[in-house]
Structures are given as structure tokens and as C-alpha cells.
């Protein structure tokens, strides 16, 4: 493993896919879209793109058969990066350039579960008889919502699956590409 070129490629990989993640969120807020709600979570494919676009050009940097884990290891990078880089944006810009977005999205949410109070309760269960969650509860979660919870949110557990996920055939594709290319 060449590790100049592996650290230098992911972390540039990193950063566009982060700054192309940011992007997106800003769109979303431009359009009036929500933008931290969950179709903010469409900027994984721009990570995704990253993991693939970069362990492509690594492979042809380093001009040789490259193994499994040297690629998925790769794209984890890139995709640790992205998220890091996305989430210290977005958690910027709430939290200094536009701290009005947070509380605005918060009353929204509100709005929408105080409208659908009914279909809740039947999905979570009712207040008394103790379902998963219960409507107060839901509603003083979505108060907690801050920077640094939206931060945090790029590296949850259901996130970091599709990306392990993704990194995995990632990995197979490129290894399976070197090894019919060089031998």
C-alpha cells in the first residue's frame, strides 16, 4: 500500500464529497425544503460517488492489483471524512450563520406530528398503556434536536451501514477489476 497517495486521495475524495453534501443541504435550504430533515440524507450518494470515484483513481495511481481491505479501507476514509467535513458545515452554519434554522425546524416538525396525532399514537402507542414511545416523549426528543446532534447524526448507525455496505462492493468490484487487469 502506497500510504502517501492513499491518505492524499482520500482525503481530497473526503472533503469534495463533504462540500458536495453541504451543498445539497444548502439547496434544500434555498428551496425551502426542509433541509434537516431526512431528505438531507440523499447527500450519501454524493459520499458514495467519492468512495467509488476515489478507489478508482487510487487504483490507477498505485498501478497495481490492489487488495480488499486496501480499498475498503479507502473508502472508509472517504466516507469518515465526508461525513466529518458535512456535519462541521451544516453544524457551522445552524449554529453561527443561521441559528433561526434549528428552532424553525423543530416548530415544523411539531406542526407535522401535532397534525398526524392521531396515526402516532396508533403507530407508537398511546401515553397510558406504553408503546414503543409515547407522544410526549416523541415531542421532547425533537426539542434535544441541536448542532451537535445534527453533527452526530452522519455517523448513526443506519448511515454508517450502507456506507460499510457500499465500501464492501466497492472493494470486491475494484479488487475483482485489478485482479482481471494484471493477470
Known amino acids: 500500500m502506497n500510504s502517501n497517495v492513499f491518505l492524499r486521495l482520500s482525503v481530497i475524495f473526503g ?6 453534501c453541504f451543498i445539497f443541504f444548502y439547496i434544500l435550504k434555498v428551496s425551502d425544503a ?6 438531507r440524507n440523499i447527500g450519501m450518494v454524493f459520499m458514495w ?17 490492489v487488495n480488499f481491505l486496501e ?9 469518515l471524512i465526508a461525513s466529518a467535513v458535512d456535519g462541521g458545515l451544516v453544524a457551522y452554519y445552524t449554529s453561527s450563520v443561521e441559528p433561526s ?12 406530528a401535532l397534525q398526524d396525532r392521531a396515526s402516532m399514537q396508533e403507530q407508537f402507542g398511546g401515553d397510558q398503556e406504553g408503546g414503543p414511545i409515547d ?8 426539542e434535544q434536536i441541536s448542532p451537535s446532534s445534527i453533527f452526530w447524526s452522519n455517523f448513526g448507525i443506519l448511515r ?21 487487469t494484471y493477470y
Do not use: D
Not at 34 to 39: E, H, K, N, Q, V
Not at 101 to 112: A, G
Open 15 to 20: 472533503i469534495v464529497a463533504g462540500l458536495a
Open 34 to 39: 426542509m433541509p434537516l430533515g431526512t431528505r
Open 49 to 65: 460517488i467519492a468512495m467509488a470515484a476515489g478507489a478508482y483513481r487510487y487504483w490507477k495511481t498505485v498501478n497495481r492489483t
Open 71 to 79: 480499498i475498503f479501507g479507502f473508502c472508509m476514509v472517504v466516507v
Open 101 to 112: 434554522l434549528i428552532p424553525e425546524f423543530i416548530t415544523e416538525l411539531k406542526k407535522l
Open 135 to 142: 407522544f410526549k416523549t416523541f415531542l421532547q426528543q425533537i
Open 160 to 180: 454508517m451501514l450502507l456506507h460499510f455496505l457500499y465500501a464492501a462492493l466497492v472493494g470486491i468490484y475494484v479488487r475483482k477489476t485489478s485482479l482481471s
